[in-house]
């Protein structure tokens, strides 16, 4: 089943602890990207990757890290985390060829920030 | 900066046509795109305008006009299961910016 994951999808951490939310997609898709949800707010792009090595910031990139290492994974690192990253984090990814700009998006990940 | 205008919430009854807008201010064109969102779901990809006038896609469409910074996503034939957020995005493929959503509720 063509599909993105992410893991955990669900997490409550403390200020300052390290984390990695990581993002995978099976349908050789070049680009991906990282949003965050919050209410109001809509989904802001953090960080976007057209290829492998290649990434470029969103909107909201502080605080935040990613790498493209292989075509299919794309980490969200969040050095030290703080409470106002508290939010919902989709990975999403997407394939130029078909000329719909058609992103495919992940369950989400319910991230808390004590 | 760059946004993209929606209406916070919409209601319609079943079998109703709704028409929820968007207008943008960007800089560049690259395409409107609709996305539709369930609670607690992830967002799913309904239409993308490149260029001006209808697409059709179901009981969805969406219109586009360039000249006036405008979009709108038309739902026909109004079902309880399109009671959701939608959103616009502006934007090709890597980059993409989102309205802020539209509250659908569809009664009964």
């Known amino acids: 089943e063509a599909q993105v994951t992410q893991n955990p999808r669900y997490l409550i951490t403390v200020t300052g602890k390290k984390l990695t939310v990581t993002c995978s997609q099976n349908?050789?898709?070049?680009?991906m990207s990282w949003y965050r949800q919050d209410p109001g707010l809509g989904l802001r792009q953090i960080y976007y990757s057209m290829n492998v090595e290649v990434t470029d910031k969103g909107d909201v990139p502080e605080g935040y890290k990613v790498s493209r290492k292989e075509k299919r994974n794309f980490p969200l690192i969040l050095e030290s985390p703080s409470p106002n990253q508290t939010s919902l984090y989709f990975c999403?990814?997407?394939?130029?060829?078909?000329?719909?700009?058609?992103?495919?998006f992940g369950p989400g990940t319910r991230l808390t920030v004590l | 900066g760059q946004s993209l205008e929606q209406p916070s919430e919409v209601t319609a009854v079943e079998g109703a046509i709704v028409q929820i807008n968007c207008t943008y201010q960007t800089s560049g064109f690259y395409g409107l795109s609709w996305y539709q969102q369930h609670d607690g779901g992830a967002p799913t990809f309904l239409s993308y305008n490149a260029l001006d006038g209808l697409e059709e896609t179901g009981r969805f469409s969406s219109f586009l006009s360039r000249s006036d910074s405008y979009g709108y996503l038309l739902l026909q034939e109004l079902q309880m299961k399109d009671s959701a957020s939608y959103f616009c995005a502006w934007g090709n493929t890597d980059k993409l910016i989102f309205g802020t959503g539209t509250r659908l509720q569809v009664f009964p």
């Open positions: 349908m050789n898709h070049e680009y």
């Open positions: 999403a990814s997407s394939l130029t060829a078909t000329g719909k700009h058609e992103q495919f």
